[in-house]
């Protein structure tokens, strides 16, 4: 491990510890996963969204509210995780046809899910569950063959001494004590460590980047970079780009040439359980985001909140069940993919792609809309499919040439009302005549490098 940051120089804006064929081989499983599931689980849970009567916030409740440390953590002995059962949760991740799993193994209210030797504000010594929550999670959701990953804030702790210091104005005397660095030389890297050496995560899932300035940043790079398998999001800070961007809560416009993408969503409104949110997307909001992000080749990271007890709520299990039911019928069109040959979404939905093993291309055509005179267009493609079929059920589908690009005739009907799959096989690589070059990703760290561009989700 290397020493703290002394003498080391400051991390350049972009920072590459490999070769990038090596990061390719490296995160070859990540990119081909396209569906991840997110847990936001702590003692925010217990509050569930209100604080003194109030509706308040979920898992920033405590900074929202200006909870005192103290009545914080007064919650905790009510974070029971009573009905936890981690095996039915890797049993339902498994089912909606997830290939990884991030939990929040600390949240910023600095709270961590097992027992750590480095702070006593943790799961086994300080709540009600009374016990590790992370490793038997771990096992179950590896047991299903999936890959686990754990989300840990490294800059921003509003219980641990130190650890407020790089954000919001302190609301309790406790927090104006200790000091930032020493939060992080003391918890925060021993914590990552120690994550890393109990669990090993597949993934290091970093949050909020405050104050954490090059200096900061390097011991933690230099952590995570000593794992040689381990992949790490755009959220170190200190100008590390990290293995992928996030885009938190905004699907964008297009792919992007450079990072792999991974868009982290809410499943209703909230990160954390919150009593009061019933905002659930609905089931083919849902699978049309996946099939969005897949064709922007990105993952789709989707968040649940279980409550205190350890309970994910139906309407969410209910959703995932069906995002996994459309996924058991039209998975091929979404896993082991890559994004779509159009620069733009198209007006009946969205398309990706896989190379044929015969050379040539698969295009997956995600039929959003279902046209009323039967035919799709695939604009300013000009190369028949030798064959076509839908996912679902396997009729044949026919292609016929036009001078504005390749006319697919479908059936009268759409098989599935939220996304039908249309799989066409190309004997020559599809290129799309006269689209412009993909915008590449800048390395701006954190979040998307431009995020603007793309649309809230109204849906
Ligand atoms: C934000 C929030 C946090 C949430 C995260 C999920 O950074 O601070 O509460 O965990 O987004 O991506």
Redo the contacts with the bound molecule.
């Keep these: 491990m290397a020493p703290p940051a002394a003498g080391l120089p400051a991390l350049p804006a972009v920072v590459r510890h490999e070769p990038p064929e090596q990061q390719d081989a490296r995160l070859q499983w990540f990119r081909e996963a396209r569906f991840g599931l997110?847990i936001?689980w702590g003692v925010y849970a217990v509050p569930a969204g209100f604080w003194q009567g109030k509706p308040t916030s979920?898992?920033?409740i405590m900074n929202r509210g200006k909870i005192p440390v103290a009545d914080y953590r007064a919650f905790a002995k009510d974070f029971t995780a009573a009905k936890y059962d981690p095996t039915a949760w890797a049993q339902l991740a498994a089912d909606a046809g997830i290939k990884y799993v991030v939990i929040?193994a600390k949240?910023?209210d600095g709270f961590v899910l097992y027992d750590s030797a480095f702070s006593d504000w943790n799961a086994v010594k300080a709540s009600g569950a009374k016990r590790d929550l992370i490793a038997p999670l771990a096992a179950a959701v590896r047991a299903k063959g999936l890959k686990f990953g754990t989300?840990y804030?490294q800059s921003?702790d509003w219980v641990n001494l130190g650890g407020g210091k790089g954000n919001t104005p302190p609301w309790d005397d406790e927090q104006k004590l200790g000091s930032f660095d020493e939060y992080l030389a003391k918890i925060a890297l021993p914590q990552v460590r120690e994550l890393l050496e109990k669990f090993h995560p597949d993934i290091l899932w970093w949050?909020?980047e405050y104050a954490m300035t090059p200096e900061r940043a390097r011991p933690f790079f230099d952590l995570v970079t000593s794992h040689p398998a381990l992949i790490h999001n755009s959220?170190l800070g200190g100008g590390v780009l990290g293995d992928f961007r996030?885009s938190?809560q905004r699907i964008p416009a297009s792919a992007m040439l450079g990072r792999a993408l991974e868009v982290?969503m809410t499943i209703n409104n909230s990160?954390?359980y919150r009593s009061d949110d019933l905002n659930w997307k609905s089931a083919q909001q849902l699978i049309r985001n996946l099939s969005d992000i897949t064709s922007k080749d990105g993952n789709y990271l989707l968040?649940v909140g279980p409550t205190a007890e350890g309970v994910i709520p139906a309407p969410e299990v209910e959703r995932l069940l069906a995002i996994g039911r459309w996924l058991k019928v039209n998975g091929e069109a979404i896993y082991a993919t890559r994004g779509s040959v159009y620069p733009k979404p198209l007006p009946w939905g969205r398309t990706t792609q896989k190379a044929r093993p015969s050379g040539g291309t698969t295009l997956y055509l995600h039929v959003w809309e279902w046209p009323a005179d039967g035919k799709i267009l695939l604009p300013d493609i000009k190369q028949p499919a030798h064959s076509g079929r839908l996912l679902a059920g396997g009729a044949a589908i026919s292609t016929t040439m036009t001078p504005e690009g390749t006319v697919v005739t479908l059936p009268g009907s759409a098989p599935d009302p939220d996304v039908s799959v249309v799989a066409l096989e190309f004997d020559h690589p599809v290129e799309v005549l006269n689209a412009p070059p993909l915008p590449t990703d800048t390395g701006a760290s954190g979040t998307l490098a431009d995020p603007s561009k793309s649309p809230p989700i109204t849906k």
């Design positions: 997110f936001h979920a898992e920033w929040t949240h910023h989300y804030s921003q949050d909020t959220r996030t938190e982290n990160w954390g968040n």
